[in-house]
């Protein structure tokens, strides 16, 4: 069991696509995690959105986030 740490507000989406695990936060980012890493660690922190982000879906090789922005942001 572990405990992911590493967003300053609340998380409100993950998604999964292999080994890499997303989290969307009231901070504003969306976090890229290594989970077939033990523990799991941090890859990237996506900064583009500038309100929370409440909605990911990870389809392929994108990642899609939905925030409070008014935007959708496609990585």
Same mark, same amino acid.
């Given at each position: 069991?572990?405990?992911?740490? /590493?967003?300053? /507000? +609340?998380?409100?989406?993950?998604? !999964?696509?292999?080994?890499?695990?997303?989290?969307?936060? +009231?901070?504003?980012?969306?976090?890229?995690?290594? !989970? #077939?890493?033990?523990?799991?660690?941090?890859?990237? +922190?996506?900064?583009?959105?500038?309100? #929370?982000?409440? +909605?990911?879906? #990870?389809?392929? %090789?994108?990642?899609?986030? /939905?925030?409070?922005? %008014?935007? !959708?942001?496609?990585?």
């Amino acid at each position: 069991l572990y405990t992911l740490t /590493g967003h300053t /507000g +609340a998380v409100y989406a993950l998604a !999964i696509s292999g080994d890499r695990l997303f989290s969307g936060s +009231a901070d504003s980012t969306v976090r890229v995690w290594d !989970i #077939a890493q033990s523990p799991p660690v941090v890859l990237h +922190a996506l900064t583009s959105h500038t309100s #929370a982000v409440f +909605a990911l879906v #990870a389809s392929g %090789d994108r990642l899609y986030s /939905g925030s409070s922005d %008014d935007t !959708i942001r496609v990585w």
